[in-house]
């Protein structure tokens, strides 16, 4: 009779004995006293997960061999020392591959702290062995299943930003059926994945894709209701500061347009410069001057700080030495209106659409760059 050590699988799961219990097992003798006992079991073991970068997670699985009836000073387990544990080079998994494995040996128990009726197993810790096995998960499934096609819808919903914002039906029907088939695609690939409490890479992508997709249908409600509009802009310039102020507080560009119209209208302005032997100069005085030339100072078009020169006025030497403060006024029915553009709402959709085109792509393309960086290398 040869004794054999009670020992299992800490973390088993499910195990199945290979074979007929009896016949299947071998057992060798050595000259030295070594015995060799060798039986085939298959094995399913628990391991905890995390899951934050799926699918580009990274996962470390260890397999407990310990003593269930034999604590440490009775029964110790060890490691041979040469090779103890191989792998065949044949073996597959659908969604991971080992990376690397490594053993090792302790005294610590996967059920140490549980109670049991064997109070002789709780007096003291057992002998336990451990190989841990790193495996990285295969994502080649959802590169060509679910980011690659999210990808390309993304990239569709864009489309509508070269359709005129008065295409209701045709940009509507390409933003919502891309949002269906994103959210559809979405789906599938979810019920394969696992459920946990905590956000995972995947799950930042769909949220990021999903913004975008929205992100297309509220332009183009945005340009489609400035399209709508029957009276023209005025802007100070032409660029998104202004066009975004004058399109979303049109009331505020509007009275900001009026101060500055009846500003250029009636202008003073102190000639500094010039001798003047009076403090004041006659009404009557303003209407009959004279035309010489007189260089009057530059002055500030409006809160942009933007210099423009004025050029040089005539006015009669004579007039020169009594004058100080000299008022212009315009008779002009249309007067200027300070270097403001008009732009048509029309324009100004157009001009936002032409602006979607360039900003959405590099910012998708931006947010790549940090995803993939972030998760797949991290």
Not at 40 to 54: D, E, G, I, Q, S
Not at 82 to 106: A, G, K, L, Q, R
Not at 209 to 230: Q, Y
Not at 311 to 326: G, H, M, W
Request: hydrophobic content about 40%.
């Amino acid at each position: 009779m040869i004794w054999t050590p009670r020992i299992y699988l800490g973390n088993d799961h499910s195990s199945t004995v290979m074979g007929s219990l009896k016949k299947d097992i071998s057992v060798s003798v050595y000259p030295d006293g070594t015995i060799i006992f060798s039986q085939r079991l298959k094995t399913a073991f628990t391991c905890w997960m995390k899951l934050h970068k799926f699918p580009f997670d990274e996962q470390h699985c260890s397999l407990m061999i310990e003593s269930w009836v034999y604590n440490a000073n009775e029964l110790v387990l060890k490691w041979v020392d040469d090779n103890p544990v191989s792998i065949t080079p044949n073996i597959h998994m659908s969604e991971y591959y080992i990376s690397s494995m490594w053993n090792s040996t302790s005294k610590e128990s996967s059920f140490q702290n549980t109670n049991f009726y064997d109070y002789r197993h709780s007096v003291g810790s057992s002998s336990a062995l451990m190989v841990t096995f790193h495996l990285r998960r295969q994502v080649g499934y959802y590169i060509m299943d679910y980011y690659v096609p999210s990808t390309l819808l993304v990239i569709i919903s864009w489309v509508s930003f070269w359709l005129d914002a008065n295409a209701i039906s045709g940009r509507i029907n390409l933003g919502i059926s891309t949002m269906l088939t994103f959210i559809t695609l979405s789906s599938q690939t979810g019920s394969a994945m696992p459920k946990v409490s905590y956000s995972m890479a995947s799950e930042v992508w769909f949220i990021v894709c999903t913004t975008f997709i929205i992100g297309s249908l509220v332009e183009f409600a945005f340009v489609n209701t400035i399209w709508r509009r029957r009276s023209n802009v005025e802007l100070k310039k032409v660029s998104g500061k202004y066009i975004l102020k004058s399109t979303l507080t049109p009331k505020l560009a509007r009275k900001e347009l009026k101060e500055h119209t009846s500003a250029v209208q009636h202008s003073v302005f102190t000639l500094t410069e010039l001798p003047s032997t009076s403090s004041s100069l006659p009404a009557s005085l303003i209407t009959q001057i004279p035309f010489r030339f007189l260089a009057l100072p530059p002055m500030l078009e409006d809160d942009d700080e933007e210099q423009e020169q004025v050029r040089d006025f005539p006015l009669d030497s004579n007039n020169a030495k009594k004058c100080r403060t000299v008022i212009f006024t315009s008779d002009d029915e249309n007067p200027t209106n300070g270097g403001f553009t008009t732009m048509t709402p029309q324009q100004i959709a157009k001009w936002i659409d032409a602006r979607s085109r360039v900003i959405f792509p590099v910012s998708f393309l931006i947010f790549n760059t940090l995803y993939w960086g972030v998760f797949s290398w991290m």
